[in-house]
């Protein structure tokens, strides 16, 4: 059920940087163009630029977008970055075990941000204001809300995602489980390679 929630989000995270990629498109040849083409126009009425208006403001509410909305995604992927070192070297329950711990630890952490973030977007949020914003980017006046309201729900998500592998953790700690289910498995050096490998001759 969590799944679903998790690749919408990510998906969107993904379009959010694509849509970065024509901003910039779009920005830098918009300007070339109307000093090439347009440069009497713009020259007349007192224009001097033809990039887009507040492309930095729109950077800056991608920004969440792009960096926080997949990170439970990324969670159940195991695809952040960790120190295998020593855990990559423990097996059985003592795996589980070390495993249970991180992630409650995490969970703490995420909790706490859930918490502040929401905070934070409860004090840009007023739909007693033009367009429910107290406060605004400086060169397009973008209501700010929206891209702090990104944060505490791709936390929310995350969390639900750390109790989930919480619980699966302690199940196979209990049952010491070899694969236990919902969790990622850490992959040694070779077996990573062996993936890589795999997939590439797939692509090929």
């Given at each position: 059920?969590?799944?679903?929630?998790?690749?919408f989000?990510?998906l969107?995270s993904?379009?959010?940087?694509?849509?970065?990629?024509?901003l910039a498109?779009?920005s830098?040849?918009?300007?070339q163009?109307?000093?090439?083409?347009?440069a009497?126009?713009?020259?007349?009425?007192?224009?001097?630029?033809?990039?887009?208006?507040?492309?930095?403001?729109y950077?800056?509410?991608?920004?969440?977008?792009?960096?926080?909305?997949?990170?439970?995604?990324?969670?159940?992927?195991?695809?952040?970055?960790?120190?295998d070192?020593?855990?990559?070297?423990?097996?059985?329950?003592?795996?589980w075990?070390f495993?249970?711990i991180?992630?409650?630890?995490?969970?703490?952490?995420?909790t706490?941000?859930?918490w502040g973030?929401?905070?934070?977007f409860?004090?840009?949020?007023d739909?007693?204001?033009?367009?429910?914003?107290r406060?605004s980017s400086?060169?397009?006046?973008l209501?700010?809300?929206?891209?702090?309201l990104?944060?505490?729900?791709?936390?929310?998500?995350?969390a639900?995602?750390?109790?989930?592998q919480a619980?699966?953790?302690?199940?196979?700690?209990?049952l010491?489980?070899?694969s236990?289910?919902?969790?990622?498995?850490i992959?040694?050096?070779?077996?990573?390679a062996k993936?890589?490998?795999e997939?590439?001759?797939g692509?090929?």
């Amino acid at each position: 059920m969590l799944l679903p929630v998790e690749k919408f989000t990510a998906l969107i995270s993904g379009l959010a940087a694509f849509s970065l990629m024509f901003l910039a498109a779009y920005s830098v040849a918009g300007r070339q163009l109307d000093r090439t083409f347009l440069a009497p126009f713009l020259d007349a009425i007192g224009v001097m630029d033809g990039a887009l208006l507040g492309y930095v403001d729109y950077i800056e509410a991608l920004m969440p977008i792009i960096a926080i909305l997949g990170v439970s995604y990324v969670q159940r992927e195991g695809g952040h970055i960790r120190m295998d070192i020593l855990v990559g070297q423990l097996r059985g329950r003592t795996l589980w075990f070390f495993e249970l711990i991180s992630v409650l630890l995490i969970l703490v952490l995420i909790t706490a941000l859930v918490w502040g973030s929401w905070a934070h977007f409860d004090r840009s949020f007023d739909c007693a204001r033009p367009w429910c914003s107290r406060d605004s980017s400086i060169d397009v006046s973008l209501p700010l809300w929206p891209s702090k309201l990104v944060v505490p729900i791709a936390f929310a998500v995350l969390a639900a995602r750390l109790v989930l592998q919480a619980v699966a953790y302690g199940r196979a700690l209990v049952l010491d489980l070899e694969s236990p289910p919902a969790v990622p498995l850490i992959q040694s050096v070779a077996e990573q390679a062996k993936a890589e490998a795999e997939q590439l001759d797939g692509e090929t």
